[in-house]
Every structure is written in C-alpha cells, then in structure tokens.
C-alpha cells in the first residue's frame, strides 16, 4: 500500500494552437465516418505515484441542452437541442493500465480519437454527438 501524497495532473501541451483556434471560433464538421480532432489532445502528466497502475480516460461531455448558431461573428442559442447521447470513457490507445511512472515518462495523446455524429457507432474511440 502506497502513503504517496502528492497531486495528480496534466499539462496541455498544445494549448497555445488550442488558444489560436478559439479566439477564432473555429468548428469542425463531424461526419458519419469520423473525423479526428485537431489541435491533437496531448498532454503531460504528473504527480502520480510512479509505482501505482493508472487507466487514462478522456471523457467528452456536452455543457448544456441547447442547439447554437454562428451569425454576425457570434455564437448565439438556437432553441432546444436533441436528447442527450450518454457519453462514455475513452480509452487510451497504449494500454488500459500502466504504472504512474510510464505515463509521467512520455506524452500521453488522444491522436486517434474521432468525433461522429454516427450514434450507431460502437468504436471504442469514436465519440458519437448529434447536434442538428
């Protein structure tokens, strides 16, 4: 049993291109294939105990019930949204689980996640989100 006590976290590495597309109000368009995220979610991790066993998730979640609309440089509200899609865990593609020390020891990427509005879709990588 471990009497680590320090506090788990992560660093953006690419938060200053993650900065440049949001002061621009970027989107992507979401097809039924899939299409990958970009900037790439990559991060660095710390404070784990190096000798404990870890599962990396991502979880992508919808912040409210409403549909938006982009006019006049702006983003505004549209009404109502569709129902909810449950959202899951995703997995990191290396591996379930490794010890603190090995991801505190690279980059931990989620480069082959994909966004699809497929609810059909049962990738365990692929994030299905409906948003008409």
Do not use: C
């Not at 998730?57 to 440089?73: C, N, P, T």
């Not at 899609?85 to 020390?101: C, K, L, M, N, Q």
């Not at 690279?106 to 509005?117: E, G, H, L, P």
Request: zero cysteines; charged letters at 25%; a positive charge.
């Amino acid at each position: 049993m471990s009497h680590y006590h320090g506090t788990v976290g992560a660093t953006l590495i690419t938060e200053g291109l993650w900065r440049k597309f949001h002061q621009h109000t970027t989107e992507m368009i979401v097809t039924k294939s899939g299409r990958k995220i970009f900037p790439k979610i990559e991060y660095k991790l710390h404070g784990m105990d190096p000798d404990e066993s870890y599962a990396i998730m991502l979880r992508i979640e919808r912040v409210d019930d409403m549909r938006y609309k982009f006019s006049a440089g702006d983003w505004s509200t549209n009404g109502k949204g569709d129902v909810r899609i449950p959202s899951r865990s995703i997995p990191h593609h290396d591996g379930a689980v490794d010890s603190g020390r090995a991801w505190m020891s690279k980059t931990v990427a989620f480069d082959r996640v994909k966004v699809t509005n497929n609810q059909q879709d049962n990738d365990p990588f692929h994030v299905s989100y409906i948003f008409f």
